[in-house]
T-cell receptor, first 114, second 114 residues
Framework: EPEVTQTPSHQVTQMGQEVILRCVPI?????FYWYRQILGQKVEFLVS????????KSEIFDDQFSVERPDGSNFTLKIRSTKLEDSAMYFC????????????FGPGTRLLVL | AQSVSQHNHHVILSEAASLELGCNYS??????LFWYVQYPGQHLQLLLK??????LVKGIKGFEAEFIKSKFSFNLRKPSVQWSDTAEYFC????????????FGKGTRLSVIA
């Protein structure tokens, strides 16, 4: 069964550094999403992406964040200058056509900002 | 804005006990409803979903959930839990109209003891 994959599984970085989290969505899916879960808190939506542009973004997704689909398979989340409060588990998800379909989640990248 | 409440933070049950996890949502329009499960060390997996039709939906591994529109509820049930059901359970909703992201509850940790 096809799965969403994410790399790396863990990343430790220094405050102020840039990080890029990578995701490979399921191949025939067209909508892509990033969510995050700070330890002990809810899973929160960051951004959705369709047709090579951002479809929707939350208040969390400020200018420090960007997303890109650099090729036909990868979907990346970049945090330009990490802050301590960016430490969280970041989940990528994808769905077939729109959010009216099931979103399938990747295993997550645990980001720790020191 | 949508919100999701899961009433139980941590539930501890003995094997073969029955399970009911509460989920209530707040939204004025029509919604899609989901239960996701996260087994230890694994990613979010879809247990079941409700889009329309029969309000009693059956999912994988013997789980079911009932959508009660008048109560804005979508409680998850299983008649007899197993040790392998130990996991975190997340209720989520998104609006039926438009490309809206998933809004998650805080999650309920289920511990099943022998």
């Amino acid at each position: 069964e096809p799965e969403v994959t994410q790399t790396p599984s863990h990343q430790v970085t220094q405050m102020g550094q840039e990080v890029i989290l990578r995701c490979v969505p399921i191949s025939n899916h067209l909508y892509f999403y990033w969510y995050r879960q700070i330890l002990g808190q809810k899973v929160e939506f960051l951004v959705s992406f369709y047709n090579n542009e951002i479809s929707e973004k939350s208040e969390i997704f400020d200018d420090q964040f960007s997303v890109e689909r650099p090729d036909g398979s990868n979907f990346t989340l970049k945090i330009r200058s990490t802050k301590l409060e960016d430490s969280a588990m970041y989940f990528c998800a994808s769905s077939v056509v729109s959010t009216q379909e099931t979103q399938y989640f990747g295993p997550g990248t645990r980001l720790l900002v020191l | 804005a949508q919100s999701v409440s899961q009433h139980n933070h941590h539930v501890i049950l003995s094997e073969a006990a029955s399970l009911e996890l509460g989920c209530n949502y707040s939204y004025g329009g029509t919604v899609n409803l989901f239960w996701y499960v996260q087994y230890p060390g694994q990613h979010l997996q879809l247990l079941l979903k409700y889009f329309s039709g029969d309000p009693l939906v059956k999912g994988i591994k013997g789980f079911e959930a009932e959508f009660i529109k008048s109560k804005f509820s979508f409680n998850l049930r299983k008649p007899s839990v197993q040790w392998s059901d130990t996991a975190e359970y997340f209720c989520a909703v998104n609006a039926l109209s438009g490309n809206t992201p998933l809004v998650f509850g805080k999650g309920t940790r289920l511990s099943v003891i022998a």
